[in-house]
């Protein structure tokens, strides 16, 4: 379809996404688009029908008076409906972006008002639930649309429409209206906002064009030939409010042959990964780390049996995984890794609907060397990538593999250039980067120099020709004794154990590290299942003796990886678990962690592990008794 | 959904139809490709005496899938089963003396007999459950072996009905390798009818009806309808294995059908397990084929002529304690194994099923 290179990126910076969605209707209408599964059936929709659907969509938008330039804001999990409208909002000209389902109440009411959206589109009632309390202090939202209206029950607001009754009358009739709407976009007009998910401070919001999108995404066919090369089945579960999911979801499927599955409900996901078997996923580290901690669980919990077989076929697999990074792989190793393979790993990734992958492809956040090798042990060719929202769905560099040494985030595609700067920052140019950011044109100039150069806030270096992240956004930790540490690359670390979900490292301006845990609920709870110890829940599992130990023994192994200066001395275990979901708290609706804002949050736990009060007042308390004291006897 | 998705990764379903097929994975398919062309070459290369013994296995799998269906899934216990292989046989027996009746007409006519005979089993189940159930079907069996025994005696056929083999198209079966074909035909049509009764709303109202008659009830469900709809169901296929039976062995005699035969019937669904039809035929092939492993396993112990007279004896009580053993220590039977095995490799390398999102 689209060859990689320069040519295909500037047609494509010459078109938008509505437009080729009605050139595949037209070229292939009976060829498969995507699939959806609804009441436990995978709906087959062809290009023909998605345009149909879009252009209803699209018609019932327009008849609520939506035009060009109108914000609309989707909330909501992925679901085909949700890509639908925000096609059929992008054709009519209209600026679409998505808010996360798990954004908490004062997130929502921001980014709506930020982003001046004139329609709200709810996937279902839980969302409506989240929008109906503050839409009246929203000037500029004129209509909230809800997509699944199963849970409806006696909501009456002048504002409110049913999906399903909007789109009720459409018929074929309307494609003809439909083609002349989308032949009247212009590639340079705005197409969607991506908010940002905002570490540190509010989130903002990139205003991405049409065309730019569209050229600028076509870059990841550069570095993976293979999504152009064949049909490829892929699962859609990344929230599609960010720029990865949207790429996954809405255009790598109308630039490549990537066919993108809809589960029946997010929470069924492992199970639409198990009944589809993806050949191609795009994921983000944390699920590589949980499904990694899961299986490793399993089979310490396996009979010994099993686990023996398992213990041997990796250690043949380590072996195979380290020459085969270093290029030295014999047939031998092969025939006997293979057999290994079929024995103990390909069950395993049966299991996930892992074992017809082709290609793994992780971003969105630095992924932990050990999982990518984890994963290349078992046999997935799993590489890292790395982009950022302001590029406008294209990628700054990634790992072409097959079976990359796990470390760095590969090469730059064609026709982008990448540069560091004096101190190590990443700069990237490209014809095809974000228009700016809405309503901020201050951020806009501090993220776009004068020479064209877009500043990523990241810090890498080169490493044979490949580009290495030291670290993100430029997080860097200095110890009261003047050594500089970077705390994400020792939360990684700490993260790699099955039992950590989330870590936290402080110690800036302190004697010694220390990190705040949360605990990984399932394999935790299973652990301790495992050996009859009681529990009634989070809390009381995060508390218990015994889990404080295991986590002492995870964290001492990760300290025997690091320098002296970089281990951790002390640690608590949070009570709860996050919840982006919740008013204030410290992470980010994408689960990425603000640490200024973890401080504040749980400063007294942090300044416990600092605080040498109790231990002097201890001290204090026994210092008597245990002093000999002769003259008594 | 009726049916669960396989255990293996990678098929989903695009539309309803699919729902219905029966093999779905590749392995599925492999499996029963090789166990299809093993069943068509074993009546080649095995000796008459072990063809008998496959053919005995077919008729008793049809006979034990019924019982399945009425006590595994509608859980209606019942032990006038020999009682309904009689009849079936004297059906056949009877419409051959009497009217020279050809097998396509004794068949369906066994069918009929069993179907009616069925509605009578079936109407105390309305009132009674259990023990009392089990005792009311014990007196038809009584009644119909009576009348067969009425029937044999009046009619001068005191030592038994004599058959022909039955004819299609003017050539008679009498080639055991064609009697095989023949009873495999059957059972494997039998499967089938009760594969498809099971995976739908009759087989789901009937286990709901095991489960609890109440909530079946309060679900919508006509107890009444489906109680005697199992019997109708089961009757029916019981009768038509007593008419195979009967033009199997060639003859028709009341002694075949003592007590003791609904008592292997019964065991057949329990050593196989409750509830599952690979259980019918695992417990139909193993409890036809015991008395001859009993009798193999005497014969190699020293001295063996002297056991000879103690081998009905041993048969008994041997059986006997594998019944016992099995309910003791595999209350779920030789298909409860069978899982047991198939689970360990399937979840391979797990012991436990929480990796997974697999549906099993």
Not at chain 1, 243 to 258: F, K, Q, Y
Request: overall charge neutral.
């Amino acid at each position: 379809m689209t060859a990689p290179g320069g040519s295909a990126a500037a047609a494509l910076r010459r078109k938008t996404a509505p437009g080729l969605l009605v050139e595949h209707a037209r070229t292939w209408p009976d060829e498969v688009a995507f699939r959806a599964k609804h009441l436990g059936i995978y709906r087959e929709r062809t290009w023909r029908k998605y345009m149909e659907l879009v252009a209803g969509a699209a018609r019932a938008f327009a008849s609520l008076g939506l035009g060009a330039g109108d914000r609309v804001a989707i909330m909501g999990d992925p679901c085909e409906e949700w890509v639908i409208c925000d096609l059929a909002a992008q054709s009519l000209g209209a600026i679409t972006y998505g808010i996360y389902p798990t954004a908490s109440a004062s997130e929502l009411e921001y980014q709506m008002r930020d982003g001046g959206a004139a329609m709200f589109v709810a996937e279902n009632q839980e969302y409506v639930d989240k929008i109906l309390p503050i839409a009246d202090r929203l000037p500029t939202l004129r209509r909230i649309v809800v997509i699944d209206d199963s849970a409806m029950f006696g909501y009456e607001h002048p504002q409110l429409l049913r999906y399903r009754d909007l789109v009720a009358a459409s018929d074929a009739s309307i494609l003809p209206w439909f083609e002349e709407q989308v032949s009247k976009l212009a590639p340079e007009a705005p197409a969607f906002i991506v908010y940002t998910s905002g570490t540190t401070g509010d989130p903002k919001g990139a205003l991405i064009t049409h065309g730019k999108h569209l050229a600028a995404t076509s870059n990841i066919l550069d570095i993976y030939p293979t999504l152009a090369d064949k049909n490829h089945r892929t699962v859609v579960y990344l929230p599609l409010c960010h720029v990865l999911g949207r790429d996954i979801a809405v255009t790598l499927p109308l630039i490549s042959r990537l066919i993108p599955h809809f589960g029946e409900d997010i929470e069924d996901f492992t199970t639409t990964l198990f009944e589809t078997a993806p050949t191609l996923l795009f994921t983000v580290p944390r699920y590589l780390q949980k499904f990694a901690s899961h299986i490793l669980v399993g089979v310490i919990n396996s009979s010994a049996v099993k686990r023996t077989a398992y213990n041997l076929a990796m250690r043949v697999a380590r072996r195979h995984a380290r020459r085969r990074w270093d290029g030295k792989v014999s047939i031998a190793d092969s025939a006997i890794y293979e057999f290994c393979r079929l024995v103990a790993f390909k069950p395993i990734l049966n299991k996930l609907g892992f074992d017809q992958l082709e290609l793994v492809v992780s971003g969105g956040a630095p992924l932990p060397a050990e999982t990518a090798a984890l994963w290349q042990i078992y046999g997935v060719n799993t590489v890292e990538m790395y982009g950022q929202t302001e590029t406008a769905g294209g990628i700054i560099s990634g790992q072409r593999g097959p079976f990359p040494r796990p470390g760095d985030v590969g090469s730059v595609p064609n026709g982008w250039q990448v540069r560091l700067s004096d101190n190590g920052e990443v700069l990237v140019k490209s014809p095809d980067l974000f228009e700016g950011y809405w309503n901020n044109e201050e951020a806009t100039r501090a993220v776009i120099g004068t020479d064209g150069f877009m500043h990523t806030g990241d810090v890498g270096e080169w490493r044979g020709g490949a580009l290495r992240l030291v670290d993100r956004a430029r997080d860097f930790i200095v110890t009261s004794g003047g050594k500089t540490l970077s705390p994400s690359f020792i939360e990684n670390l700490l993260r790699a154990s099955p039992y950590v979900a989330e870590a936290v490292v402080f110690g800036h301006g302190r004697k010694y590290l220390t990190a705040l845990i949360e605990i990984d609920y399932d394999t935790v709870a299973d652990w301790a299942r495992s050996r009859s110890i009681a529990y009634s829940g989070f809390t009381s599992l995060a508390q218990s003796p015994e889990i404080g130990r295991l986590i002492k023994t995870e964290i001492d192994r990760t300290n025997a990886e690091l320098s002296r200066v970089e281990q951790i001395k002390a640690f608590r275990i949070l009570p709860k678990a996050l919840d982006p979901e919740e008013e204030g708290e410290p992470v980010t609706p994408t689960r990425k962690v603000k640490r200024n804002l973890m401080y504040v949050r749980f400063k007294s736990l942090v300044e416990a592990m600092y605080d040498d009060r109790e231990e002097r007042l201890l001290a204090g308390e026994v210092a008597g008794a245990l002093k000999p004291q002769g003259g008594l006897i | 959904m009726s049916r669960r998705m396989p255990w293996a990764s990678g098929y989903f379903r695009t539309g309803y139809a699919q729902d219905f097929k029966l093999i779905e994975t590749r392995l599925e398919r492999v499996s029963a490709g090789l166990f299809a062309v093993a069943l068509s070459v074993f009546p080649f290369v095995a000796s008459p005496f072990q063809l008998d013994l496959a053919c005995q296995v077919f008729l008793a799998a049809i006979g034990s899938l019924s019982l399945m269906l009425l006590t595994g899934y509608a859980g209606q216990i019942s032990l006038g089963h020999a009682g309904l292989l009689a009849a079936g046989a004297f059906t056949a027996g009877i419409l051959f003396k009497e009217f020279g009746a050809p097998f396509w007409v004794t068949l369906p006519a066994a069918a009929a007999v069993g179907a009616l005979l069925g509605i009578v089993f079936g109407l105390p189940s309305l009132r009674l459950r259990g023990l009392y159930l089990a005792v009311s079907t014990l007196a038809l069996h009584f009644v119909v072996v009576y009348l067969g025994g009425e029937y044999e005696t009046k009619r001068g056929y005191s030592t038994g009905i004599v058959i022909d083999p039955p004819s299609i198209g003017g050539y008679a079966v009498i080639n055991p390798r064609i009697w095989y074909f023949v009873l495999l035909a059957a059972a494997a049509a039998t499967l089938f009818i009760c594969l498809n009764l099971i995976r739908s709303r009759t087989g789901r109202a009937w286990r709901a009806i095991r489960s609890h008659e109440t909530v079946a009830e309060a679900l919508g469900i006509g107890i009444a309808s489906y109680k005697l709809l199992a019997f109708v169901v089961s009757s029916a296929i019981t009768a038509v294995a007593g008419a195979l039976f009967a033009y199997y062995r060639g003859f028709v005699s009341v002694e075949a059908f003592s007590l003791f035969l609904t008592i292997q019937y019964v065991a057949m669904v329990i050593i196989g397990g409750m509830g599952s039809l690979l259980g019918a035929l695992l417990g139909a092939m193993f409890v036809t084929l015991f008395p001859y492993w009993i009798e193999a396993a005497l014969a190699a112990l020293p001295g063996a002529a002297r056991y000879a007279s103690v081998l009905f004896a041993v048969n008994y009580a041997a059986f006997g304690l594998v019944m016992i053993l099995f309910l003791v220590f595999e209350p779920l039977g030789l298909v409860g194994i069978w899982h047991r095995i198939q689970t360990f490799f399937l979840l391979w390398p797990f012991k436990h099923r929480q990796v997974t999102g697999t549906n099993r």
